[in-house]
């Protein structure tokens, strides 16, 4: 007999439009969709066309309307100003009203986009959901990125308004954010009307005279503001994530099949009923915090947790279990990162039997590969399940993971575990065959994505053709490496482009590089990722100066670290560089960043047959033996 999980997967993918169709029952709609699944001009799907709705009268409203007015909806615990604060749901309601109030006054309604530049503050997961409520489509810009970087997204979205905070506190450090966001709008050819700044007591920002409005001014006195209702196929917000270039892409996700799959995944993937806790450790600046701190649990009408603070140091490696025992969560979503932090200061987990974890049931892992000591630590330790589960940006939900709501199956440590339903997961040869069990491949996914997937980037079909679909026609390409085994189960093992992933953070190669190379002593330069205890993985950079250049080289690698900080952000952590007289290349000139990758993760490499000249990787070994790789073995 099939499991549940099998029958369901069957069915999502034999009769897509009857599968979810079904689950779209769980909405509240304005108007019914015309047709389930519009596939007629492939890759450009639309899911539930004609269907009218709000995504924020779905987390919001109707909880309220069915009784639940008084139940918990978001928690805001902030170590770092000692404050925890409670909103029931007819409290955020009354909240997210007033705050869409406040917009319409200044002039945004639907389709406008509203760029947030903002820490982990209530005010921002408000301001999400008051764009969601008038139809404006909100980008959230991580706080953790520079200027140049946030110029970037004002460029591409093109903001009428910006809501942004005095600062952002990392750990102690407070970070003015405003000089950040000032700098950001005279870099940028697009420039907002208006800016809105949250004035925190740690930090007062100054505001520019005629453009900035202080934020409780802004939201004094406004009007509640009714839901608008848009098409399901319509923006709901715009999330920049790195591709293979410093060019970021737009990711784009609509309202409709956004609001089916997120309140689906929540029972089926997560295992979680109406009214249990959720708290999800990321930020609202990356796609876990925009589906799974806001939209997913509201949706669900659960209660969701904004933790401003850190796994580590806020004000110790006991923080996420003091959240859980305080705030009663049943289940919990951070990366393998969070928990390396927090078993390299508390290997023991003496910090957890401290806690009350008694309604603590399931732990999920995602953002980077885990590896499986650090899933055997938390099985130990916590003594519940951990599940790692693997996904992206643009999917906006699991592509692959133990799905707890259907039946769990069986860990393999490595792997994270089968594809969910609605997702076609293939692995592919250069010629676009699929391989064999245990073959690594090309991961791609069949078309149609489900609902809750990347309509298109904004402003930019081309550029999702280009990025995503015509590598092999009929399919997304994930921009994973990896294999299925004999039983189904998927294994993600590394970018096929030149994306990293540091601390769960999603960076381009190709992006620092840009930096590098602009500093004026550089003649040439190549960054790869490297093995890390902590973070997964780091950026090294390798620099070639020009011929001439006498100056220390102590000196410029501390002007290119400072540059890539200050240029990309801090979130980058490019800490380390050195300079070489040469680099690995193959005979075509094509820099061989793999093979320096392998010496520095202490991994054996075969010599590529084309490379140029083989002693130098000698040169390259020994300049990272001076920088302390390989750290392994
Ligand atoms: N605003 C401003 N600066 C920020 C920032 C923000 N929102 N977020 C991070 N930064 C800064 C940090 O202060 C740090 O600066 P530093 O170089 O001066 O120390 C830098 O960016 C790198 O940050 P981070 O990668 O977070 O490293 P960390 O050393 O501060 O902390 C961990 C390490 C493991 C504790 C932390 O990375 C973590 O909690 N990771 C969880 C990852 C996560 O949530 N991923 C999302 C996908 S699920
Ligand atoms: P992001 O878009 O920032 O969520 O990053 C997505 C990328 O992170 C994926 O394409 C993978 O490379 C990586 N990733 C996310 N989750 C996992 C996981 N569970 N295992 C391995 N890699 C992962």
């Keep these: 007999m099939k499991s549940l999980y099998e029958e369901t997967y069957r069915r999502s993918l034999a009769d897509p439009e009857a599968f979810w169709g079904a689950a779209a029952e769980d909405i509240v709609w304005h108007r019914r969709w015309d047709r389930v699944l519009d596939n007629a001009r492939q890759p450009f799907t639309k899911w539930f066309p004609g269907g009218r709705l709000n995504t924020c009268e779905n987390a919001l409203d109707v909880h309220v309307a069915r009784g639940r007015g008084k139940q918990r909806a978001l928690i805001y615990d902030s170590p770092v100003t000692n404050t925890v604060r409670v909103w029931t749901y007819a409290e955020l309601l009354d ?67 910006i809501l942004s905070a005095s600062c952002g506190i990392e750990v102690a450090r407070v970070v003015a954010y405003k000089p950040l966001l000032d700098q950001a709008i005279e870099l940028s050819s697009h420039k907002p009307q208006r800016c809105v700044i949250l004035q925190r007591p740690q930090a007062r920002a100054e505001l520019v005279r005629g453009r900035d409005l202080d934020w409780n001014d802004a939201m004094t006195g406004a009007a509640p503001a009714e839901c608008v209702p848009v098409e399901a196929t319509d923006p709901l917000y715009i999330l920049y994530t790195s591709g293979t270039t410093g060019i970021p892409k737009g990711v784009v996700h609509d309202n409709g099949g956004h609001a089916v799959a997120l309140k689906w995944s929540m029972s089926a993937i997560y295992g979680l009923g109406v009214g249990e806790t959720m708290f999800t450790a990321s930020d609202i600046g990356w796609v876990v915090g925009h589906s799974y701190i806001v939209y997913a649990p509201l949706l669900k009408g659960c209660t969701t947790i904004l933790y401003e603070g850190k796994p580590v140091g806020t004000p110790d490696p006991g923080a996420f279990w003091r959240l859980i025992a305080q705030h009663g969560a049943n289940i919990m979503f951070t990366a393998p990162t969070a928990f390396r932090a927090i078993k390299k200061e508390d290997p023991n987990g003496v910090h957890m039997d401290k806690h009350d974890l008694s309604h603590f049931r399931v732990l999920y892992l995602a953002g980077e590969r885990c590896d499986p000591d650090t899933l055997h630590w938390a099985e130990d330790k916590l003594k519940v399940p951990v599940i790692d589960h693997w996904w992206q940006t643009e999917t906006g939900w699991p592509i692959a993971a133990n799905p707890v709501g259907l039946g769990m199956l069986p860990v393999k440590p490595g792997s994270p575990t089968k594809p969910v339903p609605g997702y076609d997961v293939r692995t592919l040869d250069e010629q676009g065959k699929e391989t064999a069990p245990g073959q690594i491949g090309s991961i791609v996914l069949k078309l149609p994505l489900p ?58 190669t190709g992006g620092m590089e840009e930096v590098l190379a602009s500093h004026p002593d550089v003649a040439e330069c190549a960054v790869v990722g490297v093995a890390d205890d902590l973070k997964g993985e780091v950026p090294v950079g390798f620099v070639v100066t020009k011929a001439g250049v006498a100056r220390p080289d102590a000196d410029i690698v501390a002007e290119l670290v400072q540059k890539v900080r200050d240029t990309i952000g801090p979130v980058a952590a490019f800490k380390t560089a050195t300079v070489v007289k040469r680099l690995p290349k193959t005979r075509s000139g094509k820099i061989l960043r793999g093979t320096v990758k392998r010496i520095a993760d202490g991994v054996d490499y075969t010599m590529p047959a084309t490379i140029d000249d083989p002693a130098i990787l000698d040169e390259i070994t020994e300049a990272l033996k001076a920088l302390g790789y390989p750290r392994k073995g």
């Design 451 to 508: 609902p809750g997937c990347l309509p298109t980037l904004w402003d930019n079909d081309p550029g999702f053709e280009t990025s995503y679909m015509s590598r092999y026609p009929g399919y997304y390409l994930t921009g994973d490496a990896g294999f299925k085994d004999r039983d189904g189960y998927v294994y993600i093992m590394s970018r096929v482009d030149d994306i990293i992933n540091v601390a769960g953070h999603r960076l381009s």
């Design 95 to 161: 909240a997210v009203a007033r705050m869409a109030g406040a917009l319409v006054r200044l002039g945004i309604g639907k389709g406008d986009r509203v760029v947030l530049y903002m820490p982990m503050v209530p005010e921002a997961v408000m301001a999400m959901l008051a764009c969601a409520r008038i139809g404006a489509v909100h980008s959230v810009v991580f706080g953790g990125f520079a200027p140049n970087e946030l110029a970037k997204r004002i460029d591409d979205a093109k903001p009428k308004l």
